[in-house]
């Protein structure tokens, strides 16, 4: 048997989270990086296969869970609304090895997300999935609480980004 040498492939993650105020302003503002979880690393294997069946990622979920991201991680805490994200590729190191999700959680957007969206509420997780409810989450992020006033016009922005690289 021949030896063959194999270049290791890895995905990274960051997400950054935006508080804008009603006039456009940033209020607050998280970056996180480095949690992939270990069924989305399954999953993402699974996306290569032809005889697998696999969701694409696309959504987006918040929530007000706090305990520490982990790899074992299967959901959010407490998640409290997921939304299908905007999905585009973007160069990091070559052109396309990056998968960039956006979505702009504001009042009543998406609906059901706080019932009736009023109030200041603290969000502190943030995870990406491969479908509107359950199957899988890729990646997770807990983060110090984003209070987002949802009845003055708060918005926030969460944009996931994963990139695909060799070392």
Not at 40 to 51: C, E, M, P, R
Not at 76 to 90: K, S, Y
Not at 134 to 160: E, K
């Amino acid at each position: 048997m021949e030896k063959t040498n194999f270049v290791e492939v890895n995905l990274k993650d960051w997400m950054e989270a935006v508080v804008f105020d009603a006039d456009g302003r940033i209020k607050a503002l998280h970056y996180g990086e480095d949690l992939i979880t270990s069924d989305g690393k399954a999953s993402v294997a699974a996306l290569i296969l032809n005889d697998v069946s696999e969701d694409d990622y696309d959504w987006i979920a918040i929530g007000s869970g706090s305990t520490a991201a982990s790899t074992g991680d299967v959901g959010l805490d407490a998640e409290h609304v997921r939304a299908a994200a905007t999905g585009t590729q973007q160069q990091t190191v070559v052109p396309d090895d990056t998968a960039q999700f956006v979505y702009i959680f504001a009042s009543g957007k998406p609906s059901g997300l706080y019932g009736d969206s009023t109030g200041t509420k603290a969000i502190v997780e943030s995870g990406l999935f491969n479908a509107a409810a359950g199957p899988t989450m890729l990646c997770r992020q807990t983060f110090g609480a984003l209070n987002i006033d949802w009845n003055g016009g708060d918005s926030l922005q969460i944009t996931w980004k994963i990139q695909v690289g060799s070392t």
